[in-house]
């Protein structure tokens, strides 16, 4: 079976992560690779509305729509698919832009909702897509690269 890898980078100069933001994201993961956490879109769909509003509620939608129209492609297709969503949808910008913190892990939600992210957020959404486009868990690897800056 091909694995493959999505990195996220950080450069050493930020604060460590979050062990507390760290957890939850591995937790939602593994609830989306277990099967137990069923999407709900409308429900999802209204969550964005309520917190970020009808452009969110667009992306939620395309989102969904990217996940059924790739559901049953090949693997390759899948993650072209879900790079070029998350790129052409959502502005790269630091955590300390974003959220206000040194480091911060956005949920897809998060990131979606607010149409921004950096890099450990571009490889969550992703993750999560992959997943949701019928990957098997086994194949996909999450990695964290800390850079060393002069």
Known sequence: ??????????????????????VSVTLALALLCSGLAALQMPQLQELAAKRYGDNAVTTIRSWEDLIGAYNNSETLEKLRSANDFFNDNILWLSDEKAWNQTDYWATPLETMGKAVGDCEDFTIAKYATLLLMGLPPESLRLVYVKAKRN
Request: charged letters at 25%.
């Open 1 to 22: 079976m091909t694995k493959y890898t999505l990195f996220a980078h950080a450069a050493s100069k930020r604060a460590p992560l979050s062990l507390r933001r760290a």
